[in-house]
């Protein structure tokens, strides 16, 4: 398992995290998701943390903070030395029914992370990350009561997920003109069968030395090789009742069609292929992955034991590719000549 460094800090994470997402009760919206125990989720960090892995990912609205309280017990009972991991958790989603329950305001993240660490059974979190975006709270505000969660000495570092570029530079400029802790991390939807993520916030985070760290890299499952065109998937299977992420479904049976034959060279499966051509962008700092039982979560850590030939890259990324869009195909077109006075 190899580590890299979280962006610009000097925080050192493996290059896969895992996710606790299936961590759960198995009752309600999150019952598609997963229904793993407390028996079983102690099993899944075990065996994570015994293949390398030392960064592990969850959030208070995981099954209304079921999964924060699975991960705090399984962490306890595992005794680890608290530097030995890093714990990366989230604020913004519904923990009530209350108006101040959810959001980003100060007042909703200074009780959350409290919320978050009675739950967790820690001292700390060392990447505290906003969940998404709240329409009614400034950014100055959310970031302020952050950076008061990091001089608080509850918070370690902070990160973003699921923003579009021009917000996720508004907050970066925000936080250099008023000193404040700035975002880290970007943790967004990025697979074979969703490559948004390059066309703008994968310039913006090599630009401002951000961490990307990628979220549901099977696509829902549909990149586990275990669907078909026609729609048949494993019985019990995610995408049965919860669909999602949006999945171009044709752009992503073509990526399995030239998936297939790979893994049957490597002698490995799908999933491990498509987390492999993950693993091997430049970008990525941690992939994080999410299992239900030890058999999957040992597939899926194997894959950074992959390495894809080159040919097989290409390959994929030709399967793969974004349709052109605009500004894109503009500036390239207007940018030809000036690029060749370098060769």
Known sequence: MRMKKLGATGLVVSEICLG?????????????????????????????????????????????????????????????PRDQFVLATKVLGRMGPGANQSGLSRA???????????????DYID??????????????ETLDALDACVRAGKVRYIGLCNLPAWEIAKALGISAQRALARFESVQAYYSLAGRDLEREIVPLAKDQNLAILPWSPLAGGIL????????????????ATFDFPPVDRERAFRVIDVMRPMAAAHAVSVARVALAWLLQQSVVTSVIIGARTNEQLVDNLAAADLQLTAEEMTALDTASALPSEYPGWMLERQGSDRAAVIK
Do not use: C
Request: no cysteine; charged share 15%; net charge negative.
């Open 20 to 80: 606790t997402m299936t961590f759960s009760s198995g009752e309600g919206f999150w019952a598609p998701i997963g229904n793993t125990d407390q028996a079983g989720a102690t099993g899944i960090v075990r065996a994570a943390l015994d293949h390398g892995v030392n960064f592990i990912d969850t959030a208070d609205v995981y099954s209304a903070g079921i999964a924060e309280t699975m991960t705090g017990n399984a962490l306890k009972s595992l005794a680890l």
């Open 108 to 122: 909703h993240i200074l009780h959350a992370v409290d919320a978050s660490l009675k739950r967790l059974q820690l």
């Open 127 to 140: 990447l505290y990350q906003t969940h998404g975006r709240d329409p009614l709270t400034p950014l100055e």
């Open 224 to 239: 586990s090789g275990k669907f078909s065109a026609e729609g048949a998937g494993p019985a019990g299977a995610r995408r």
